[in-house]
């Protein structure tokens, strides 16, 4: 395991490869502008916004992944709204805990059963402030 979301785990092994690619992150801050009569207004800064991430995981069968049940463990963290550890590399990113606040799956290949066999997932995470 080289990265983990909550119990998501990521690894790149023999037997399986299940890692994520286009990791960003942006961070905002606040300013509210003081308006004074006859002159440029005043900036005052009022705080951060929380953090947020995105990243897109491809799951594939030939690559050891299960994708319906990846899918559905991802589907059940962002519904129970549970703010977990997001790590990469043994590293805590930002606070150490995050939401899942978005999920978009795309189904590349579905077998003639009905199987995926290809899925492209792309999280929006958000970070927890506590």
């Given at each position: 395991m080289f990265a983990s979301i909550g119990p998501f785990e990521f690894e790149a092994?023999?037997?399986?490869?299940?890692?994520?690619?286009?990791?960003?992150?942006?961070?905002?801050?606040n300013f509210h502008e003081h308006k004074?009569?006859?002159?440029?207004?005043?900036?005052?800064?009022?705080?951060?916004?929380?953090?947020?991430?995105?990243?897109?995981?491809?799951?594939?069968?030939?690559?050891?992944?299960?994708?319906?049940n990846d899918i559905e463990s991802l589907k059940e963290l962002l519904e129970s709204h549970?703010?977990?550890?997001?790590?990469v590399g043994g590293n805590v990113i930002g606070?150490?805990?995050?939401v899942i606040e978005s999920m978009n799956v795309t189904m590349n290949i579905i077998s003639s059963k009905g199987d995926v066999l290809s899925a492209?997932?792309?999280?929006?995470?958000?970070?927890?402030?506590?």
């Open positions: 092994s023999e037997e399986l490869v299940k890692t994520f690619t286009d990791l960003s992150f942006s961070h905002k801050a004074i009569l006859s002159r440029k207004g005043v900036i005052e800064f009022t705080g951060h916004d929380a953090m947020t991430c995105s990243l897109k995981i491809s799951l594939n069968t030939d690559r050891g992944n299960d994708p319906h549970e703010a977990v550890p997001f790590t606070s150490g805990l995050w492209d997932v792309t999280l929006s995470l958000k970070e927890v402030n506590e």
